[in-house]
């Protein structure tokens, strides 16, 4: 009998580990399945006010700031630009850049700064004693008023609306070093980022390179601009290659814009398939504060 009542107390407390193993393993399910259902709700949360805010920002476009005196185009606003070598991740880079509050860069103008630079850089090679001359060479301008002139015109093709506060464009036409210190000499707050991609053969090989007839030479050397102007002018230029898009790097880009009460959320992909269309959907992929 006593036999009989050892072997029972040791089948209950065998059954009571089993039940407490199994207690544990749906708690843990519990527990984890709650888990998933915040983040779940937080994503959900942050989802809607990023669309709130894409939804804010469409409609306000068209009601242009008209406060940026060309004279003083610091005062009113900052400005960044993005110089990029094309298919290295620039749209991107674009969306994840207009998803910071107060941010507006505008897509490709077709290299039309580079028009203005030639234009600019054409006109301060007359001689002087030409300007105010007589008969054939005849002319009345002033370089401040031009000055003022170009940088109400790049101002006029950005667009920036009432509340955007930091304004640029992007551009994939031009990495003169050349036309980025014409744009330092229009806007001497501007911060420049420049957009490359470091596997040049296999961005060659895209159709819209292809059909520029660029090689991967061409690129790199490109590439090799980028890097060493970086390297002369670190504190207004920033490095940003396509292999180098992650959470971390884009957090380094925030805080070098000062953003620091903002963090990287999603870093979606844009013009997949080569395609001119955006298939990235919303592109708030920041997190602020």
Known sequence: MMQRNTQLAKMGAGMLVIGMVLFLVVA???WNRTEERTELVQEIVRSKERKAFTESRNTSRGQVRTDIDPRYPCKHARFVFVHATGRSGSTTLRGFLNSIPGYWISGEN?????GLMGFFKRLKTIPQNMIHGKGVFENHFDYGVIRNNIRKTIIDVIS???????????EVKNTDPELFQFLKGMFPCMKLILNYRLDVKEQANTPMHKQSGHTTEG???KNQQMIDFHAKHPNWTYLM????????????????LGETHCRTGSIPHSHQKDSYVSDSGSWNSTVCM
């Open 160 to 170: 920036p609306t009432w509340g955007d506060e930091v304004i640029g464009y992007k």
């Open 219 to 221: 690129l790199a050397k």
């Open 241 to 256: 290659p396509l292999q180098d898009f992650n959470p971390a790097r884009f957090d380094a880009l925030l805080a070098w």
């Open 110 to 114: 077709w290299g039309a700064s580079i």
């Open 28 to 30: 843990s399910g519990v």
